[in-house]
């Protein structure tokens, strides 16, 4: 979209947007398929979005937004929506987000991850005791077959098609006893909203405080697999003693909310961790082979390392770390 048809859409609905001085730059979001602007006149910013129904969660949005708002869950408001256009505009929170913190000392990022942390508890706790009267349209449940999807993912798109790993061992390799028995364990426990994408640029940083964004994608699933999406983030190294620390802030964060996750906490964080940084390898093999876009790639040997940490203690699954040693390579 060119910048004087973002000026002219916006123009249309907020007229104190005059055409001069207005100034538009396109922000990169990921594989969001959504396109950002942010739009500025004087003091004045928001951020302009434009999407399209090629994938369904992205006609949700502004009623999940508008939710977690009324939940107390810091989230961007909403200022406007044509959803005839597919057109949002929203709040603009800045440009800084936890990923930018990422070299910052263990103190400043500590206090940071925590109040991330703080409002995914709420997403999990009170937004869960609310959504059965929002009539909110979520994406599927994480259930076994949602678990098991994404292990397929994995080997099809961060085995075979970042190594060419023939067929038949891929297909052995994705048969183990020990990942259906993985996905069944994870798909029996309790459910509760989850935001399903919850890493460190999903997290923007206004005022030294977390706000959520690119929430399209919630859908009822384990607190855990949100807390280990954060922890376990490739984008990201947080070491072993950070990771404990943060899961014991979060377990009294959720607790303080009415949401007691303390049995198994670690067992399941683990469970959990696997199957994201599983759909995170496949994500990338997908991305960066399928659509031609490489930059993904430079994230495999950071999501490899960390699936490996998290499978050598995962009871049946060690077995994975020497194949992790040759797979998931990204082709040069």
């Not at 910052?104 to 706790?125: D, E, F, G, N, T």
């Not at 280990?228 to 490739?234: E, I, N, Q, T």
Request: charged share 25%; glycine share 8%.
């Amino acid at each position: 979209m060119l910048p004087e048809n973002v000026i002219d859409y916006t123009r249309s609905y907020f007229p104190d947007f005059g055409e001069e001085g207005c100034q538009v730059s396109s922000l990169d979001k990921g594989g969001s398929g959504r396109l950002y602007y942010r739009v500025k006149m004087g003091e004045t910013s928001m951020i302009f979005a434009k999407y399209n129904d090629h994938r369904e969660e992205n006609l949700h949005f502004v009623d999940i937004a508008r939710f977690l708002e009324r939940c107390g869950v810091n989230v961007p408001k909403i200022y406007h929506h044509d959803s005839g256009e597919g057109l949002i505009w929203m709040q603009d929170l800045g440009e800084e987000d936890l990923w930018s913190f990422r070299d910052s000392v263990w103190p400043v990022r500590r206090s940071l991850y925590q109040s991330a942390l703080r409002q995914v508890a709420k997403l999990h706790s009170h937004a869960t005791r609310l959504a059965s009267t929002a009539q909110l349209k979520l994406q599927i449940e994480f259930n076994e077959t949602l678990y098991l999807w994404e292990q397929e993912y994995f080997f099809e798109h961060g085995v075979a098609g970042l190594i060419g790993l023939p067929g038949e061992e891929v297909a052995a390799l994705a048969s183990s006893p020990a990942l259906l028995s993985l996905a069944k364990r994870l798909a029996g426990l309790p459910r509760y909203l989850v935001h399903r994408d919850f890493q460190s640029q999903n997290i923007l940083i206004r005022e030294a405080t977390a706000w959520l964004i690119d929430f399209q994608g919630m859908r009822p699933g384990l607190p855990h697999y949100d807390v280990a999406s954060l922890l376990y983030d490739p984008y990201v190294v947080l070491d072993d003693a950070e990771r404990d620390e943060l899961s014991e802030f979060y377990i009294e964060a959720a607790a303080s909310e009415g949401l007691d996750v303390r049995q198994d906490f670690q067992e399941i964080l683990l469970g959990c961790a696997a199957q994201r940084l599983m759909q995170a390898l496949g994500a990338y093999g997908f991305l960066g082979l399928k659509c031609g876009r490489p930059a993904f790639l430079r994230h495999v040997p950071a999501a490899k390392r960390s699936l490996a940490n998290v499978l050598a203690r995962i009871e049946g699954l060690g077995h994975f770390v020497k194949i992790l040693d040759s797979a998931c390579e990204p082709k040069t």
